[in-house]
């Protein structure tokens, strides 16, 4: 089970960090955030191996950062710089691969972030 947190509204250039919880104790070899905009197919934001590697949408490169705890599996997103084109519900996921969304069998249920510029 995942449960996100941290989403909610900021003008544009501001910074929130998203958290995402998980109640297993197990490592998991690979989380993720995707978000879905109204209309739009859900996209793949950032990942992160167990061994630390990551990996970022071109959107999203040099503003977000992904990282992990890996004592307690909580998965964050720092997001910086952002701007209205990143409005979207954002979504945790787990156990699948990269940010290939069809991959990943866990998912939260995802946190509204919304960019007023």
């Known amino acids: 089970q995942l449960v996100e947190s941290g989403g909610g509204s900021v003008q544009a250039g501001g910074s929130l960090r998203l958290s995402c919880a998980t109640s297993s104790n197990n490592p998991i070899a690979c989380m993720a955030w995707f978000r879905q905009a109204p209309g739009k197919e859900r996209d793949g934001v950032a990942s992160i191996l167990s061994d630390g590697n990551t990996t970022y949408a071109d959107s999203v490169k040099g503003r977000f950062t992904i990282s992990k705890d890996n004592a307690n599996n909580t998965l964050y997103l720092q997001m910086n710089s952002l701007s209205p084109e990143d409005t979207a519900t954002y979504y945790c996921?787990?156990?699948?691969?990269?940010?290939?969304?069809?991959?990943?069998?866990?998912w939260g249920q995802g946190t509204q972030v919304t960019v007023s510029s």
């Open positions: 996921a787990a156990k699948g691969w990269l940010l290939h969304p069809k991959s990943y069998p866990v």
